[in-house]
């Protein structure tokens, strides 16, 4: 078994992360949130050589994460990175008191980010229109592809080693593969990544879906919690499809979205599983009851790709299907690379370097399947 990723791991991405990503994300938070500064300022403080402090258990998942802390006596410097990463977001939450007030602390971030785009999203939805009329072999490739532009786009990123305006190389592309699966599924899954400019690429891949093969149901996975600063919570879906209402040049896409979600055609639904710190092949019985009737899942983004593999220095010709064949479902994995975990490679394409900065900058990304 591969070794799983630490804080500790001497010059790697989890330790350039606890040092520098995370005290800049929680000192974002000082500066506007003046009424939990002193609270926040504590947690930035504990980083990186404290140990970690019990969740208040606010859910069954909570107790998971306290249990793995008192069973390990985990410092922020010496722990697993998936670990460290959704600890911080869930003690944000507490920190925050978002269990009660519903106050997204990230939701101006996400706001800001989506206005200034608005040139782009309208320049995007007519790529779409014209993909839209090719043949459905040639639409789906190129709508895949499209798609892995949107997972460009992270505000939890530090410019210093992840440039979102890259130009992205495949190192997997099997979008030709994922067309027979995109053409015969009656339902399709997305699971989510990011708000703003992905997830309205998300919308445009529903859109694309329900237009161009016989597709009835294409059902939303959010987040619960705001978590990883961007990702999509249903508040920001509703953000964005105000936002799609008021701009003009995105008048059709607006009035599908809206006849289509009315109708149901265009589900949408949060769980707590999401968010938590759990693997995917620990997913709750009720979460796989509800995703048994899809022929296909599609899983957006670096995070959700971590918790489908593992979080592990894998070898990176490990075939996909030889770790996620718990599934036992078609599902698609749409990612770039924004961590050192990558599998399902191609011997032949693997970066030859001692810089592995390839796996994390943001100028590589996946369409893989199994």
């Keep these: 078994m591969s070794l799983e990723i630490f804080t500790s791991d001497e010059q790697s991405f989890a330790q350039y992360t606890l040092h520098h990503r995370i005290p800049k994300i929680i000192d974002g938070l000082i500066d506007i949130n003046p009424s939990y500064a002193h609270e926040l300022i504590k947690l930035r403080n504990s980083i990186p050589n404290e140990s ?30 998936l670990f460290i990463e959704n600890y911080l977001y869930h003690k944000l939450s507490e920190t925050m008191n978002f269990r009660n007030n519903r106050f997204d602390y990230f939701r101006h971030i996400k706001l800001g980010d989506l206005q200034k785009k608005s040139d782009k999203l309208v320049g995007l939805w007519q790529q779409v229109e014209q993909i839209c009329k090719l043949n459905i072999d040639e639409s789906a490739q190129a709508i895949l592809k499209l798609n892995l532009l949107g997972n460009m786009a992270d505000l939890s990123q530090d ?20 067309t027979r ?29 329900l237009k161009k093969t016989s597709t009835k149901t294409v059902q939303l996975h959010f987040k619960s919690i ?20 008021d701009q003009k040049g995105l008048e059709s896409l607006a009035r599908f979205l809206s006849k289509n979600i ?8 949060d769980d707590e599983f ?42 990176h010709t490990t075939p996909t299907k030889n770790i996620v064949n718990y599934l036992g479902m078609n599902a698609v994995f749409i990612r770039v690379l924004k961590s050192e975990v990558l599998v399902g490679m191609d011997k032949n394409k693997i970066q030859e370097t001692e810089d592995r900065s390839w796996l994390y900058n943001g100028r590589y990304g996946i369409i893989d399947w199994v």
Excluded at 52 to 59: D, P, R, V
């Design 181 to 209: 699966l995109l053409k015969s599924s009656t339902r399709m899954d997305i699971i989510l990544d990011n708000a703003g400019e992905e997830l309205f690429l998300d919308l445009c891949l529903a859109y694309w879906i």
């Design 159 to 178: 410019k210093v080693t992840y440039n979102s305006q890259a130009n992205n190389t495949l190192l997997i592309d099997h979008s030709k593969e994922c």
């Design 262 to 269: 009315a109708m149901e055609n265009i589900l949408y639904s």
């Design 52 to 81: 970690i402090k019990h969740l208040k258990a606010e859910n069954t998942y909570h107790e998971d994460i306290n249990n793995t802390i008192s069973s390990h006596n985990y410092h922020w410097n010496n722990a697993p990175f």
């Design 274 to 315: 999401w968010s938590s710190g759990l693997l995917y092949s620990q997913m709750p019985t009720p979460l796989k009851s509800l995703l048994e009737p899809s022929e296909l899942l599609i899983f957006k983004g670096d995070l959700n790709y971590r918790k489908l593999v593992g979080d592990r220095y894998w070898e």
């Design 226 to 245: 705001p978590y990883f600063v961007s990702d999509a919570l249903i508040t920001d879906f509703n953000d964005l499809l105000c936002f799609i209402a």
